[in-house]
């Protein structure tokens, strides 16, 4: 082998080399960004998650709040969104929740007849399921029947 071929050679292997070492450290690098992403997605899956039910409990507290005021057909058509979405996002619960989860579903009928009939009740019948709701997702009660005002103020109308 001449010396000429034989510095081809080494110049070619040395390219190799440094061809071989940045490809692995770009491949290393890849492989550390994909298991952050996939880190990522699952991350922002449980925060979706609990956002949807952080969604269905506000929507039930506006229910229960528009029919303490009053507002039964509010509280009626907020109640209504509710039990669609929990059962679009009861998959999303919790496994342990679940059974706690079809029981409020069971409700539901009872719930909106009691609202239509504009019943004065319709306000703590939607407290309690708030509450059971709220002790299902294994969150602190924020409202206790305890803690609503009798019936609407004197100053609301419908």
Partial sequence: MTQRQRD???LVAAVAVAFG???????????QARMER???RQEMAV????RGLEQLEATLAMATVAAQFGNFERGRQLASDFFVQLQEREDAAPETARAGLDGI????????TVLSR???ES???????????????????????????PGPPADVRE
Avoid at 21 to 31: D, E, I, V
Avoid at 47 to 50: F, V
Avoid at 123 to 148: D, H, K, M, W, Y
């Fill in 8 to 10: 081809t050679l080494i």
């Fill in 21 to 31: 070492s940045g490809f692995g450290w770009q491949l290393a690098k890849a492989r």
């Fill in 38 to 40: 996939d880190s990522a």
């Fill in 47 to 50: 925060i979706q998650r609990e």
């Fill in 105 to 112: 579903l069971a409700r539901r009928d009872d719930i909106i």
């Fill in 118 to 120: 504009a019943n004065p």
């Fill in 123 to 149: 306000g703590l019948e939607l407290a309690a399921l708030l509450t059971s709701l709220q002790n299902t997702l294994g969150r602190e009660p924020t409202v206790t029947s305890a803690s609503l005002p």
